[in-house]
């Protein structure tokens, strides 16, 4: 019944496809709003996955989106990727070398029938490309290449958006030029993305679901801070485990110059941000960053403390840790502690706890 | 100085290799496409068969056509049929040898144009909506413009430098058939070695000429 209801303003993703030395097989019902991450290490067949979806590779099995069939084996049915309302965005942009960045905008769009629902001057505007227009794209930098493959894909009015690792061709100083545009895309814009990344901070930041792939094999598939609390994934076990908390600003402290973030089960306190009141902010809290009290801790300069509830004890990447999961009033928690101080505190499941945070990263 | 008929066989040389390297043009670029694109056991066939006016000697090339194109020859009892009668010796006889014998000169150079421009450009173009026929004028053949050009300038010259094949299929027919090369030929045996010495010098600076364009042009693409 779920299924059913999710297929129909989803999309659907069953593919198969089998070469020497790998195999994809997957079958997927992915959300047909927000960001999803498919993320997993080069070779797990995310992209594969992707450009099968945009019919780049034609695997055996079905792909409909919502309700619409654009590939179906059992009845030879395959939709071509031009037939697609789809934007794709290479690794590397992709641009036409022979047209300007005007043109090269324009070359999707003018093939685009019926009305536009994203307005040519919008993607420029909101990837910044204003001044670039009447530039050839052999002049630009990576960076810029990477936002005009962006806006050109976003100025055809997709129904879908289709990246494949946008970033991961550029150093972290032109990631972090662009993250920022493609965080504006997923707040203002109202297009399903599919969004290839092996990087965690990434998914962390931008996506809303997460499909975790190994080895052309959906190892999972959820919501972006259920799957990241689960710790029989390889997630938890990767040195940089732990959570993604969507909070709201709460209030800023003048005096000490910090602010409040709210979230279901608490706040904590941050350095003073720059966001009003209200603003909705997504942060990410470390397991490393956790650790735990049987009481309520006095005398400590740790500011941020939730009362929280063991859920789950896992083990950790070395012998000499394990991972707890706790929840708090609806918003999980991980935190990465030694063996010894598990067996020490007697810390068991069921057990209600003192969470102390010692460091929240924001995440935009 | 040049006489009528020497005149006459440079308006017919150009004649040939213009309207040669038109059907070259248009015949050789989808082979190269699919030379280039296909993953077909029958990629080297082709391609070795294009490749063989290369290595063959004219005569042999001549030779065949002949013998396809006349009186008892499958093309030949063909162009009867159609009521146009045998095609050797006659200025479309000649088109045709050229057209085969030109064959690889516009082939390879728009086959590696075509590789040049690799998957992702046809990718891209599919995920802008741009089907397959539109892909290829908008993207493919502009960014394979210089291996166009390449291509238009080596089957012109090479077209104009043929001797062996015009002399099997084409003879020596004023008007119809003699080009310079055989023109040239004709002085000799007439021992007439200014006017030998005349029309080959010209074809030495034509020849030169084209090379020189073909060699120092910038291997850049126009649009950088």
Known sequence: MEMNALSADGIRARCRVDWPGFTLDVDLDLPGRGVTALFGHSGSGKTTLLRCIAGLERGVGEVLFKGTVWQDSAHGAFLPTHKRPLGYVFQEASLFPHLSVRRNLEFGRKRVGGQHRVSLDHAVELLGIGHLLERMPGGLSGGERQRVGIARALATSPELLLMDEPLAALDLKRKAEILPYLERLHDELDIPVLYVSHSPDEVARLADHVVLMEEGRVVASGGLGETLARLDLPLAFAEDAGVVIEATVGEHDARYHLTRLDFAGGSVFVARRPEAPGSRLRCRVHARDVSLARERVEGTSITNLLPATVTEIADADTPAHVLVRLEAEGTALIARITRRSLDQLQIETGLRMWAQIKAVALLG | ?224
């Open chain 2, 1 to 224: 100085m040049l006489t009528e008929v020497d005149l006459a066989a440079i308006r017919l040389t150009l004649k040939l290799a213009t309207v040669t390297t038109v059907i070259l043009l248009i015949v050789g670029t989808p082979i190269a496409w699919w030379l280039a694109r296909t993953r077909s056991k029958w990629k080297g066939v082709v391609g070795a068969v294009v490749a063989l006016p290369l290595v063959l000697p004219p005569t042999v090339l001549g030779f065949y056509l002949l013998v396809a194109m006349g009186p008892n020859g499958p093309v030949g009892r063909f162009t009867e049929s159609l009521g146009l009668g045998t095609l050797p010796f006659t200025f479309p006889g000649l088109v045709v040898a050229s057209v085969f014998y030109s064959l690889p000169f516009v082939v390879q150079p728009v086959q590696n144009a075509f590789e040049a421009v690799g998957e992702r450009m046809l990718e891209a173009a599919a995920t802008l909506r741009a089907g397959p026929l539109d892909t290829f004028f908008s993207v493919v053949v502009p960014l394979a413009r210089p291996g166009f050009v390449t291509a238009a300038v080596l089957g012109f010259a090479h077209t104009v430098g043929e001797f062996g094949v015009v002399l099997m299929i084409g003879g020596n027919i004023p008007e119809k058939t003699r080009v310079v090369s055989v023109q040239i030929y004709d002085h000799v045996e007439a021992l007439e070695y200014a006017e030998a010495h005349l029309l080959s010098a010209g074809m030495l600076a034509f020849s030169f000429v084209v090379l020189l364009f073909l060699y120092t042009r910038k291997g850049v693409r126009a649009w950088k």
